[in-house]
């Protein structure tokens, strides 16, 4: 069924029925002009981001599932990196009157998905119609007792990274060239054992919970437009330099295999390919690491940014990444 | 300048320059992962909504500046609606790399003027690449003391509405017909005195502010999808029905001088035309109602819902108007 016979009221009906939230906070849920929550904690935190099709997704890469489950990540990512709890959903999304209720219905199984996972609970959002690609955005809500911003990074400070880095970035270029107009490359990557991990990592992406980081994090940010353009927010914000060591950069044995079989630089995909939602944070030098599994990659310094190169050669790091409207 | 030679960062520093918060509730405003908030209040209210280009707006009637300041009035009246008081804006803007800085500038420049008369501020947002149109949604957060929900509704309950209806759908209806293919329309319309105002309405509403009628309000809604379907709501909320009498509908001169010149039936664009943005309530029959400025159309009633027309007819009430994805 097309979204044009099932009308807007419907598909808002269905919604607001899916995802009725049991939250005792929330005095009013999804359905009315604005929603009402009264919160516990003091502080809130709010987020939000969009995707938009051609942009930021490929329908011929991604399903509506994984779409879904990744618009939720995106956001919630957000308020992990500020060492939040998240607890609110709001979504937009613009559809096309010819997409079908097949791909809505498992947008939102996606969606659906990522809310228990998170344990969060939509609470509103905009359904309209688009007239040629699709969007979303989501908007989530979250409560803190102290957030890390990205400010308070401190000389001396050890800066650590989560997880493995430009394993997101990977994924998408293999997708990029298993497009069905280059045969070859589909063949040869479907023997390559390690695309599927990286691919699913571009397209459903977990955001990293930082409850263990909180309490020895300066500051704090997670990876979304790549190491070296997110590092150098966390030096601008604290006013601070950075030093980090490639070879000490947390890179996946599948990213490895497959930046070999693309011919691809791998530690320049993993300092500035987007996307991997992993927490790049700074912990004083004597901070108790023994919970938290993350890699130290460098530390803070005064003033200079320097990248130290797997030969031990220094150069000056650049906010080098994905960044919209490039030249 | 093109927004590819700008650059996403050069914007995003110019928005955030630009809209530093001075609000003692804000902990971190823009430029962060998430904005930290501290409400004073209890209740918080959340609204998001999104306007496409081509679906919600067209570049070739609006200017950069009303689009900006029509962004924030639909998300403020949501607030308003919920009987709140509109504190922090998030946005999320798409835009082609081929639009100009110049549009940007004066988008926001629409924004800020918006964000003085609502007394709002800035607290965060994202700024992405679009393929093809151009897209924004917006996310408002307010507080109450006591929302009022479209639950509320008693029976014998007097049904109000703020302004005029239709006014904003005539003026839509107006634009279209004065493209520059039907040159006759364009100078007929240019005659019509009444077509400005009209047309303003639609182009860049002011939401109602609603702490007067807060303290009578059994519920309440903002008309955005027009007044059948909006009170519709309000019945199915309220599990109520309704009775409204046509030729109690507050029309203005300029829509009915105008309704005249297209042919068109001001009483089917004012009960069914969308994004009037005026505020739909009820109160009980006793209540104060000296110092609100509103016009009674009806009361509400145990089930049935029903429209008398001018000739004292009755007919069904149906939730007729515009809807997303409609057949």
Do not use: W
């Not at 049991?22 to 849920?29: A, F, N, Y």
């Amino acid at each position: 069924m097309r979204l044009n016979q099932a009308g807007e009221l419907t598909l808002l009906k269905k919604l607001k029925d899916s995802f009725r939230s049991s939250e005792s906070s929330v005095i009013v849920g999804i359905g009315d002009d604005a929603a009402v929550i009264a919160p516990q904690k003091q502080q809130l935190l709010v987020t939000t981001d969009m995707m938009n099709e051609g942009v930021h997704f490929d329908l011929s890469f991604t399903s509506a599932f994984q779409l879904g489950f990744k618009l939720v990540s995106v956001n919630v990512s957000d308020i992990f990196a500020m060492a939040g709890t998240p607890k609110y959903l709001f979504l937009n999304i613009s559809m096309n009157d010819t997409d079908t209720t097949k791909f809505f219905d498992e947008l939102y199984e996606g969606i659906a998905c990522a809310m228990k996972v998170y344990g969060i609970s939509l609470l509103g959002g905009d359904l309209t119609g688009a007239l040629n690609d699709m969007l979303l955005s989501a908007t989530v809500i979250g409560t803190t007792e102290k957030a890390v911003t990205r400010k308070g990074a401190l000389v001396g400070d050890r800066i650590y990274v989560t997880g493995t880095l430009g394993d997101s970035a990977c994924g998408l270029e293999l997708l990029k060239r298993m497009m069905p107009e280059d045969k070859e490359a589909v063949r040869a990557s479907r023997d390559l054992s390690s695309a599927q991990p990286l691919i699913c990592r571009h397209l459903m992406p977990l955001a990293r919970e930082a409850s263990k980081i909180a309490p020895v994090a300066n500051a704090m940010i997670d990876i979304s437009d790549g190491l070296f353009i997110d590092l150098s927010r966390i030096c601008d914000e604290s006013g601070k330099g950075a030093k980090i060591y490639l070879d000490k950069l947390p890179l996946s044995e599948d990213l490895k295999k497959a930046c070999g079989f693309l011919k691809l630089d791998a530690l320049r995909i993993a300092t500035t390919g987007g996307e991997d939602y992993e927490l790049l944070f700074t912990a004083p030098a004597n901070a108790d690491m023994a919970a938290i599994s993350a890699t130290c990659i460098g530390e803070i310094t005064e003033e200079a940014r320097i990248v130290v190169d797997t030969s031990g050669r220094e150069t000056e790091l650049k906010a080098e990444g994905y960044q919209h409207f490039g030249a």
